[in-house]
């Protein structure tokens, strides 16, 4: 249900699955009923690295996302697993890096980002993989408002379909014309952004 | 409280400014990692390779940190305030030799000076002359650049994940405990420490957040294509005139400890 | 419990160097195996290598809390080895333990380069490979309660850091640096040792203890003990590991304490005679003594360094040596002070 390059908002309260669903989509979790399926695939544990291939997702915490000591290191992780050459790898972290102007940063130490340098980082790191979707839990937590819209604009000029769990219904305006909302596991609106986030009694019986 | 307190952030601080230090770019930052590393355990070896009535000829072995702190632009003081953890247990083993070596080895102005002593000194020098020069190459060059290395020279895939994984975690679970502790103490003020029969569900809960950790990271590391086996990564072969620097220094470092 | 390098000999770090890289190697190879057949994390066909990562990490962590020792005033925490053995199993706990060690002697100046592969065998190696298959899973493996685990723990940590220190004191003297006496040196090391053992192991314990109730998943020997129990029936029992032990405890006991008593308070007698002998008159009587001592106490009496003062070749050495010392560290300092000033000066150069 998400098109090419369609960007999409997930929301809903603290608990109603959105990280649930994140992490199903990505193969982390077993799927008890339904079914999920990208690109034609439908998920299963024998499918799971092709359709990882195709999905990538950037977690809530940036220090679960970068785990390895230096920038150049993490954004070269997913490329290096998918069996490239050394050129190739070369040659996608520095493009990654280069489209979300995060150059710079290449040789630093992970640990010594800031936390809105660390979120750029995290997307590039999914960016090198060049998937077709690209899954977000919480991008916009704890930043100040200046990384926010940086990080907001960012997002918005990539070509890649988007999905993003969050809370920030101001970025979910501003980012994805449409919106899902869950609620205690299940689908309860689809629709246009604009329509759900100004319904306000019905936010609020989601319990937003 | 003040105590751990401190260690918590002593422990992060002394992690970053070394870090700062390795984020530099001169002659000896930009050295091949694998010259300097070859370099380093060759003059540690050699340091201790001298007999332990040694003190003339360990000397010159001084003019290493001497030119390399000014080179790679160090902050001396920072270098010494890391330089103090080390000293005990050699402090330990040298003040030993001073009670039970009292063969008389030096006269001077109508002192006789024992070999305990002697040998006390002696061991003084090699301990600052080896860690410094340690100390010296992790401000030089990064973790990133050390494990690439090693990945570079054969060693294990497990191994190399392993210590980027821990350095890694270092500051941030060193933080978070540090967070725990003063929220423990915030709630205990009668006490000095976490008290023992807190240690289990203390240190039990640092534990299990640990695990959610590797768990989440885990899962990370899987979206990104990972199945157990540590990718190797690109490293650039030394250059001539970095082989060229090994072999001169090395050269340097070798010479007196044959001649002397 | 960390090592020095200035205390080591090249001849007994080279030897420890293989020793615990073969460990090492070993344990890669194991790993491998375990991942291949999907045995690791507790059978969930899943890597351990993250966890493994991040549990490094958290021994860092744990060690910042410290525990006092009752009645010395000195304060000890924890080594982790038996706790990551018993979250991990011996080979991925070895490896988290060698990465600790590493990142130690490299960042924190904890333990020499030359002194590594001491100090991975004295702090990983003992603990993952001795006490861990040999005492704590023995212990366990009956049933899994929380007297159990803490008999274990306890038992296990404590032997561990036996067999640890006592190989500190070995591998000193075998290297010949210092001159401390085999036997006031053991009496140092094993008893500050069993008190720290004795705190660990009851820290250890505790948290075992709480990971069985939170999640006895997380445990490597908790999902063997239920079938491993039958099928090696043969094995020591708690209460004859128990027995095998106090007797390996009294005998070593004993023998030590038979050692030590042939020599009475050897440190603090000399340390007399020391501070007796502070200017060091020259008569015979001191160095005599002194000599005899060493003859008495020394743990290698013909290693030959000793005899070095008495042939004139060390003795003897005036202040010319002296100044001449004193001239290579101010040369060493001007030459470091000239690539200082040379530096700066360069760089205004670049920067103008």
């Known amino acids: 249900m998400l098109e090419r390059g369609e960007r999409v908002a997930l929301i809903g309260a603290n608990g109603a699955g959105k990280s649930t669903l994140l992490r199903a989509i990505m193969g982390l979790l077993p799927i008890t009923a339904g079914e999920i399926e990208v690109d034609g695939i439908t998920l299963s544990k024998r499918t799971a690295s092709e359709v990882r291939k195709r999905v990538g997702i950037v977690f809530q915490n940036p220090d679960d996302q970068l785990f390895m000591a230096s920038v150049r290191d993490d954004v070269a992780f997913g490329p290096r697993n998918m069996g490239l050459s050394d050129e190739e790898v070369d040659c996608r972290v520095d493009s990654a890096l280069e489209r979300l102007g995060a150059i710079r940063l290449k040789e630093r130490i992970s640990d010594r980002l800031s936390v809105g340098e660390k979120r750029v980082v995290g997307v590039a790191s999914i960016l090198s993989m060049s998937p077709g979707t690209i899954l977000l839990d919480e991008p916009s937590s704890s930043l100040d408002p200046r990384s926010r819209r940086t990080l907001i604009e960012m997002l918005g000029s990539l070509p890649q379909a988007i999905l993003v769990a969050t809370h920030d219904l101001d970025m979910a305006k501003r980012l994805c014309p449409r919106t899902i909302v869950l609620r205690q596991g299940t689908l309860c609106a689809e629709g246009a952004t604009d329509e759900i986030i100004s319904d306000e009694g019905a936010l609020e019986q989601y319990g937003l | ?260 | 419990m960390h090592m020095a390098d200035a205390l080591l000999s090249p001849a007994v770090s080279a030897v420890m160097t293989a020793a615990s890289i073969g460990s090492i190697a070993y344990s890669v190879a194991k790993l491998k195996k375990e991942d291949e057949s999907g045995l690791s994390l507790a059978g969930h066909g899943e890597s351990k290598i993250p966890v493994m990562g991040v549990m490094g990490a958290f021994v860092f962590a744990a060690q910042m809390i410290n525990f006092t020792i009752p009645a010395t005033g000195s304060s000890g925490h924890i080594g982790g080895g038996i706790l990551l053995a018993a979250m991990l199993g011996p080979y991925a706990a070895l490896l988290t333990i060698s990465a600790v060690l590493i990142i130690q002697c490299l960042f924190f100046a904890d333990g020499g380069l030359m002194a590594l592969g001491c100090n991975i065998f004295n702090m990983g190696v003992y603990a993952c490979f001795v006490a861990y298959p040999f005492i704590f899973k023995p212990m366990v493996k009956r049933c899994l309660s929380a007297g159990r685990i803490t008999a274990a723990s306890i038992v296990s940590v404590v032997v561990g850091l036996q067999i640890g220190a006592l190989s500190v004191v070995l591998e000193t003297m075998l290297s010949g640096v210092t001159e401390l006496p085999f036997s006031t040196f053991v009496l140092l090391m094993q008893p500050i040792h069993l008190a720290i053992g004795v705190g660990e192991g009851i820290i250890t314990a505790a948290v075992l203890c709480f990971v069985l109730q939170m999640r006895p998943d997380l445990l490597d020997f908790a999902d063997h003990s239920g079938t491993a129990q039958r099928e090696r029936r043969g094995a020591l029992s708690f209460g004859r590991t128990l027995l095998v032990l106090l007797a390996l405890a009294a005998l070593i006991g004993g023998g030590l304490s038979l050692y030590a008593s042939a020599y009475p308070d050897g440190l603090e007698w000399s340390m007399e005679k020391t501070a007796g002998t502070t200017e060091l008159e020259r008569t015979g009587s001191a160095y005599e003594t002194a000599a005899m001592i060493q003859e008495r106490t020394a743990f290698m009496p013909d290693y030959d360094f000793k005899s070095a003062g008495e042939d004139g070749s060390t003795f003897g050495t005036t202040t010319a040596g002296i100044v001449g010392g004193a001239m290579t560290l101010l040369l060493a300092c001007a030459a470091g002070a000239i690539v200082a000033v040379f530096k700066r000066h360069g760089g205004k150069n670049v920067s103008a």
């Open chain 2, 1 to 260: 409280m003040c105590r751990h307190d401190s260690a918590f952030s002593d422990a992060v601080a002394g992690l970053n400014t070394l870090e700062l230090c390795a984020e530099g770019n001169t002659l000896v930052h930009r050295l091949h990692p694998l010259v300097k590393m070859a370099v380093t355990t060759i003059y540690v070896a050699v340091v201790i390779s001298f007999g332990r009535y040694e003190i003339a000829a360990l000397l010159p072995y001084f003019f290493y940190p001497a030119i390399l702190i000014p080179l790679s632009e160090t902050p001396g003081k920072i270098l010494l305030r890391r330089l103090l953890p080390a000293l005990p247990f050699s402090l330990f083993g040298g003040l030993s030799n001073v009670f039970f070596d009292h063969t008389p080895m030096i006269l001077l102005e109508g002192f006789v000076i024992s070999g305990g002593v002697v040998s006390f000194i002696s061991i003084m020098i090699k301990t600052v002359l080896s860690v410094s020069a340690i100390l010296l190459l992790v401000s030089t060059t990064d973790m990133a650049v050390l494990s690439r290395q090693l990945a570079a020279m054969g060693v294990p895939g497990v191994l190399v994940l392993q210590l980027t994984l821990t350095y890694r975690y270092l500051a941030v679970l060193v933080d978070e405990t540090g967070t725990m502790f003063s929220s423990y103490m915030l709630r205990s003020p009668e006490t000095r420490g976490v008290r023992m029969r807190d240690m289990g569900t203390f240190i039990g809960v640092l534990l299990l957040r640990s695990i959610g950790r590797a768990e989440r990271v885990y899962d990370a590391m899987k979206c990104r294509g990972f199945n157990g086996v540590y990718p190797a990564s690109s490293t650039c072969r030394p250059t001539a005139s970095d082989l060229l620097c090994l072999f001169i220094v090395c050269g340097i470092i070798i010479l007196p400890r044959c001649l002397l």
